[in-house]
């Protein structure tokens, strides 16, 4: 009895242990698991689909070196259309799946609906596009960081842009009522208002999608506006600025990196030549950046879209606070964002205290033979 019984004890323990064993080999080797989150079907597709071909170039090339932890990193991507609604069982679904971080959301709106599921649940997002201020500024999110400047920032451009090179006295504000063109709109409304050098003559809020614009075009034709600056995305401008030139309006128009796309000049044809938005700086002549546009067209066959190279160094600084923290763990991670600086192809950032990116702003663009140009300063 006492001889079965020790042998009973000897193989239990040895059990034990190769149960610890295997449990440590497969921790060892689980994947580092990158969430992308965004818009990959739908109208605004051509802002989230930029962003999943980043991740994975930086990825793939990540990977090819060891990984992460000298883990593999394995991309989950899971579409949210741009819309709040979907946005949280996005979420949801990618929390399930295990994710370690975010790479998204893309829309403000969309973004902001998915957080607070990410931040019950520990995981650190980073977005290359959502820019609505309150995302960083309210506090509500500590798990959240951005490689775009927010709207107040890109208000401030517009108007200032507006005032002081285009010289003009009157101006009427568009917005699409969601949380990043109205966001946006009421930073540029607050800044007419108090400038003491142009009347805001037009502050009015669209329908998205709605098929006919006219009703808003006759308002701005009647409000004697020198310009509309407008808070949205493509397809609600590009409606706009056709409909105004069909009926023969000089009105200048100024949007957001919501427009900053090649959609909208492909939607709008020749009535986009002459449109400003404000969009990312320029880092065209980085080294990094010139290396990632490179290896977006020998992979994919086509230049990159919009946000991709915030993208890109969105994905590289997850990646490498992972690294830098020696862990997946939240506050570890967190922590590295803060603290650590990554070389990317924005330039070399870091986050503050509120997640915004150090080192990165916007610059005003203008349509010219068709393409967007940094217009000079």
Partial sequence: MKSNALKYVLVSVIAVFTALALSCTKKEAESVRLGVAGSHSGDLASYGLPSVKAAELVVNEINAKGGVLGRKVELLIEDDVCKPEIATNTATKLVSRGVHAVL???????????????????????SPSATNPSL?????????????ASDDAQARLEVDFALDILNLKKIAVLHDK????????EFARDFIETSD????????????????????????RNSGAEAVIFGGYHPEASKIVMLMRKKKMDTIFISDDGVKDITFIKVAGPDAEGVYATGPKDVSQNPLAIAANEAHVK??????????????????????????????????????????????????????????????????????NGEYVEVEK
């Fill in 197 to 220: 050098r142009a009347e805001l003559v037009l502050y009015e809020g669209i329908t998205p999608g709605a098929v006919d614009y006219s009703a808003v075009v006759e308002k701005i």
């Fill in 299 to 368: 992979a994919y066959g086509s230049d990159p879209g919009a946000f991709f190279l915030n993208a890109y160094a969105a994905a590289q600084a997850l990646l490498n606070a992972i690294e830098k923290a020696g862990s997946t763990e939240y506050d570890a991670v967190a922590k590295a964002l803060r603290t650590e600086y990554v070389e990317t192809p924005l330039g070399r950032i870091s986050f503050d205290k509120q997640g915004d990116a150090i080192g990165v702003g916007f610059s005003v663009y203008q349509v010219k």
């Fill in 136 to 148: 960083t500024q309210s506090g509500d999110y500590p798990n959240f960081f951005r490689t775009i």
């Fill in 178 to 185: 969601g949380d990043y063109g109205k966001g946006l709109a």
């Fill in 104 to 126: 998204g959301h893309i829309c403000s709106g969309a973004t902001k609906s998915a957080l607070g599921i990410y931040r019950e649940s520990k995981v650190i997002a980073m």
